[in-house]
């Protein structure tokens, strides 16, 4: 019997040791696996994914469609990068609508209403739009012109043309600050994965802007951190702009103090910037002057958004133009791919990064328009 409890015992104490040590091993493969889980996570996190937006279009200017992944290669700062993520131009989009409703275009709010409710219809289901446009906002005996959201990221055509019947005029142009409402207001968020990389800012303006708080510099930094692709419908105001620039100064359309002080920062900064604030004491040359300068600055300003970005600028000589413009900027839209890539130069260091993408597989000719490139973040 001691014999029998001896080696009974000798066997309980065998499969306790074979069990300790299988499960050590396995506690050890689990932790191991954990570390190895968390440090993927750590990588994930920290490592930012650089989305672009591309179009291409043929010899004869048409959309290219059916491109998979394999036919691209992205470039940054010439080095290759691999394509981590690849959305066709079936994915849908989100859309910021921005609407100028002031100066010459206020005696045709109907036409930009008109004109804006066919370019949401032209969309596609899937697709979520938000509005943004002018207002005067008045305090006491003083009429401000601000920039207001009139309907949130939506796909519901409903409000969105219940936005647009409610939109209103304004006294002044705030178009920087527009702008900066759009990174701030409207995109402010995160976008959910479908959405991701495939967001855009259409504008109708003439890109005059008379009364931001904001500067050119800062919406730049901004749009371009976000990576939105940026297309403005520019339209031409600036005959009915002077017609009303001339005569005497108490009926004439005066230019803001703002607008005054960019023209001489820009093209005569030693001039004495304040007697010239006085809008009385320039004569009609030196109005038609600085008239000329401030369209030429919003004509450079628009294209380098649009040209950074990917996007286009759609010049029309007036309002009723607006409407093909805008299916355009539809059919421009629904012909995007957006690439994702996480960069080889993981560096937090805040450095520019020039992107280029090229394109084969496809027939000769084709041209490719994608970001330009994007900041890198700081720790």
């Excluded at 990068?81 to 275009?105: M, N």
Aim: net charge negative.
């Amino acid at each position: 019997m001691i014999c029998g409890y001896v080696e009974e015992l000798t066997m309980r104490l065998f499969l306790i040791t074979v069990l300790l040590l299988t499960g050590g091993a396995m506690c050890s493969a689990v932790s191991a696996q954990d570390k190895k889980g968390d440090k993927d996570e750590v990588i994930r996190v920290d490592t930012q994914i650089v989305d672009v937006p591309v179009a291409v279009t043929g010899a004869n200017g048409t959309a290219v469609s059916g491109l998979k992944a394999d036919n691209f290669v992205v470039y940054e700062d010439g080095k290759r990068q691999e394509v981590a993520d690849f959305s066709k131009t079936s994915e849908p989009f989100e859309v910021a609508l921005l609407l100028d409703t002031s100066g010459s275009t206020r005696r045709d709010l109907q036409l930009i209403q008109r004109a804006a409710a066919d370019f949401i219809s032209s969309l596609r289901p899937g697709d979520r739009v938000s509005i943004i446009s002018y207002n005067t906002d008045r305090r006491g005996n003083q009429a401000f012109a601000v920039s207001e959201v009139l309907s949130p990221l939506t796909d519901d055509r409903k409000k969105l043309q219940d936005a647009l019947t409610n939109m209103h005029t304004s006294n002044g142009t705030p178009y920087y600050d527009s702008l900066l409402q759009v990174v701030e207001k409207i995109f402010r968020d995160k976008p959910a994965e479908e959405y991701r990389g495939r967001r855009a800012l259409v504008a109708l303006t003439d890109g005059v802007d008379s009364t931001s708080a904001a500067d050119y510099s800062l919406v730049k930094d901004e749009l371009s951190q976000t990576g939105i692709i940026a297309f403005f419908i520019k339209v031409d105001t600036r005959e009915f702009f002077e017609q009303g620039l001339l005569g005497d100064c108490q009926s004439a359309i005066h230019f803001s103090p703002a607008q005054i002080r960019r023209y001489y920062k820009s093209f005569n900064p030693k001039a004495n910037i304040e007697k010239a604030v006085n809008f009385c004491e320039l004569g009609d040359f030196e109005r038609l002057a600085i008239s000329k300068k401030l369209y030429e600055i919003a004509d450079a300003e628009m294209s380098d958004l649009a040209r950074g970005s990917g996007g286009r600028v759609f010049p029309v000589d007036d309002l009723s133009e607006a409407r093909n413009a805008f299916r355009s900027v539809a059919d421009e839209i629904g012909t995007k791919y957006t690439l994702g890539y996480y960069p080889t130069n993981d560096k937090h260091d805040g450095t520019y990064r020039k992107i280029k993408v090229e394109v084969k597989g496809v027939p000769a000719g084709a041209v490719v328009r994608a970001r330009d490139g994007y900041t890198a973040p700081k720790r």
